[in-house]
Structure formats: structure tokens, C-alpha cells
Nanobody, 123 residues
Framework: VQLHASGGGVVEAGGSLRLSCTSS????????LAWFRQAPGREREFVAG????????AYADSVKGRFDVSRDNAKKMLYLQMNNLRPEDTAVYYC?????????????????WGQGTLVTVSS
């Protein structure tokens, strides 16, 4: 599965960004999908996930109420709407695909990854 993330950039604290992830994989609609992020010197961490049919989503506590994950299977797209951004949200954001039905927050459960897009939030 080839994934391509985009939409990163530089934004002031309190601002918003929308990340996108596209795929050409025929089986895209069968995968659960997630966003992870990795800040300098830190481990890659789970941010948000969504099941194949969008009936369930999950978020890290640090982004609940600020971020919203969604997908469009017809367009083979995954999105992450990020609002009220904070400097601690600064990281490279990755989209990932998993063959598990349920959302997993362990990066080891994801078999395909996008190349990452950098989000920088200035204070």
C-alpha cells in the first residue's frame, strides 16, 4: 500500500491545518487508518485512527477535542483536521494503514506508511 501525506506547514499557536493522505491501493477501503506523529528526539506516537467504514474513531488524549480524523473511501483519502494547534503539536505527521479491523495505537500493527509531512506550530 502506497500512502502519500500532505498539508503540513507553519502555523501560529491557535491556528488550524488540514492534513491529507492519499493512496492508490485497490484495497484502501478495507484498511483501518491512522495518523501518527514524531517530534524531534521522541518516539513516534499515535494521534488518531479510524475504522474502514468510519463507524469508529480514536484519539490520543493530547488531541481530543481539537483534532478530527475522517476518510473518503471513494476518493481513497484520509484527513486530519487540526484545530487550536499548540507548539507541542510540532512534529512530522505520518499516515498509516492497518489490516486490523479495530483501531490499533501500536505502530507495529501498521504495515504501510506515508512519507510524513512536517507541522510546525509557533508560539
Amino acid at each position: 500500500v502506497q500512502l502519500h501525506a500532505s498539508g503540513g506547514g507553519v502555523v501560529e499557536a491557535g491556528g488550524s491545518l488540514r492534513l491529507s493522505c492519499t493512496s492508490s491501493a485497490p484495497a484502501f477501503r478495507t484498511y483501518s487508518l491512522a495518523w501518527f506523529r514524531q517530534a524531534p528526539g521522541r518516539e513516534r506516537e499515535f494521534v488518531a485512527g479510524i475504522t474502514w467504514n468510519s463507524d469508529n474513531t480514536a484519539y490520543a488524549d493530547s488531541v481530543k477535542g481539537r483534532f478530527d480524523v475522517s476518510r473518503d473511501n471513494a476518493k481513497k483519502m484520509l484527513y486530519l483536521q487540526m484545530n487550536n494547534l499548540r507548539p507541542e503539536d510540532t512534529a512530522v505527521y505520518y499516515c498509516a494503514a492497518s489490516q486490523w479491523v479495530a483501531i490499533r495505537n501500536d505502530r507495529a500493527e501498521y504495515h504501510s506508511w506515508g512519507q510524513g509531512t512536517l507541522v510546525t506550530v509557533s508560539s
